[in-house]
């Protein structure tokens, strides 16, 4: 038994912010069956599709937009802001949590102001550089800061000191043994045994360059004998695919099991949110990386040592057309002996065991 009775975890808006909050709390669940967990969103983000089909508690609190660069004087921190600490504070009372962990989005500032408040202590876990607004705020109130990539101390001053620890991710992705399942998982998409499969996924919004460019590329793809599975985007609009192709093209709007497209594919086109770099590095799937043009070069820098390891190609959201894709697609795709070292190095980048180093941080952070 570890020194938790009670935890509130922080995290919102987007899968990227989702998704390890979840693979934590799965994580302290294993180990601690006895602990109670309460996650903290707000109304509208994906928290509200994800977190209740897993059997965990999720409590809302009234949105505060940060603005993208926030005043960090506290003093002069907007009313609305501590009328949802005041929200999270009351949450965070009602469980008598003994810890607060956040993962960035805007519903965390709420949370680490009253944890602090409260004396609490407090673990943020940050997977980008520069750190988010939410965690760069948290981080004036404790030096318990996690990090996902080692790349991320090197890069970004406010993160020096911080812990290197992974990324939490799904146990359905970290144990996942992609030759193991790969049959089966065409079989589940109606995709051939015999002909590769480029599986194409935005990030957790889909990404419309991509939806695009892929589109374009459908007819060349498939008279080379490359079968495509495409997730689209739940909140994205659909992008028509033709029909008369000769191998099978699927769409998806959205992929709960995103094992099952792991599994199936052989080459992965991507955009470079952290939780998607971290994904495909663990399981060894070669990536061609479009990062998100804007942003700070965010996904740039997440995709970056992948790449330099290795494991993955990078091209800008300019350059990515439908002439682009077939030059580079099918050449790859056709040359198992390439894709089989892009997988290596990757994996060598990737780790699979962020969830058990956080929570072994966050046991630390409370004993202190
Ligand atoms: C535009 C933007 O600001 N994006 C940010 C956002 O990306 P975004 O929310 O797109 O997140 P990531 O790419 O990091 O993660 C997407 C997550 O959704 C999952 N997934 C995706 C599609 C699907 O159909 N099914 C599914 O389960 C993936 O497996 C992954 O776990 O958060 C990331 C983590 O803070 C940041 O690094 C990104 O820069």
């Known amino acids: 038994m570890g020194p938790l009775r009670s935890v509130?975890?922080?995290?919102?808006?987007?899968?990227?912010?989702?998704?390890?909050?979840?693979?934590?709390?799965?994580?302290?669940?294993?180990?601690?069956?006895?602990?109670?967990?309460?996650?903290l969103g707000t109304p509208r983000g994906m928290e509200?599709?994800?977190?209740?089909?897993?059997?965990?508690?999720?409590?809302?609190?009234p949105a505060y937009q940060l603005p993208r660069s926030i005043n960090m004087n506290l003093v002069r921190t907007p009313g609305r802001m501590w009328t949802a600490a005041r929200a999270a504070g009351k949450v965070i009372d009602e469980v008598r949590a003994d810890a607060v962990v956040g993962f960035g989005g805007y519903v965390s500032v709420p949370a680490y102001l009253a944890a602090w408040r409260r004396e609490l202590p407090m673990v943020i876990h940050e997977v980008n550089v520069p750190p988010g607004v939410a965690n760069r705020l948290g981080m004036k109130?404790?030096?318990?800061?996690?990090?996902?990539f080692p790349h991320q101390p090197v890069q970004a001053e406010s993160l020096r000191d911080a812990r290197v620890v992974g990324v939490p991710l799904r146990r359905s992705i970290a144990?996942?043994?992609?030759?193991?399942?790969?049959?089966?998982?065409?079989?589940?998409?109606?995709?051939?045994?015999?002909?590769?499969?480029?599986?194409?996924?935005?990030?957790?919004?889909?990404?419309?360059t991509i939806n695009?460019?892929?589109?374009?590329a459908a007819k060349e793809l498939a008279r080379n004998g490359v079968q495509v599975l495409h997730v689209m985007g739940a909140r994205n609009e659909p992008v028509p695919i033709p029909t008369d192709l000769p191998v099978p093209y699927v769409t998806l709007p959205y992929?709960?099991?995103?094992?099952?497209?792991?599994?199936?594919?052989?080459?992965?086109?991507?955009?470079?949110?952290?939780?998607?770099?971290?994904?495909?590095?663990?399981?060894?799937?070669?990536?061609?990386?479009?990062?998100?043009?804007?942003?700070?070069?965010?996904?740039?820098?997440?995709?970056?040592p992948v790449v330099e390891a290795g494991g993955g190609l990078l091209v800008d959201d300019s350059e990515m057309t439908p002439s682009w894709l077939e030059r580079t697609v099918i050449p790859l795709i056709r040359d198992p002996h390439r894709l089989h070292?892009?997988?290596?190095?990757?994996?060598?980048?990737?780790?699979?065991?962020?969830?058990?180093?956080?929570?072994?941080f966050v046991y630390e952070a409370v004993a202190r």
């Open 175 to 208: 144990g996942l043994d992609r030759a193991a399942l790969r049959n089966a998982a065409r079989a589940r998409f109606g995709l051939r045994p015999d002909l590769p499969v480029l599986f194409v996924a935005g990030g957790s919004s889909g990404a419309r």
């Open 212 to 216: 695009l460019a892929v589109a374009g």
């Open 255 to 304: 992929l709960s099991e995103m094992e099952l497209g792991y599994a199936a594919a052989d080459l992965m086109l991507a955009r470079g949110g952290a939780m998607t770099v971290a994904e495909v590095a663990a399981i060894g799937l070669p990536t061609i990386f479009v990062p998100y043009p804007h942003s700070n070069q965010e996904q740039k820098r997440n995709a970056l």
């Open 8 to 39: 509130v975890l922080a995290g919102g808006g987007t899968g990227g912010h989702v998704y390890p909050l979840l693979a934590f709390a799965d994580c302290l669940r294993r180990h601690d069956p006895g602990v109670r967990i309460t996650c």
């Open 48 to 61: 509200n599709e994800l977190i209740p089909p897993q059997g965990y508690d999720l409590r809302t609190i």
């Open 141 to 148: 109130f404790t030096k318990n800061v996690a990090v996902g």
């Open 341 to 360: 070292a892009m997988g290596a190095a990757a994996s060598a980048y990737g780790r699979r065991d962020g969830d058990v180093a956080l929570l072994n």
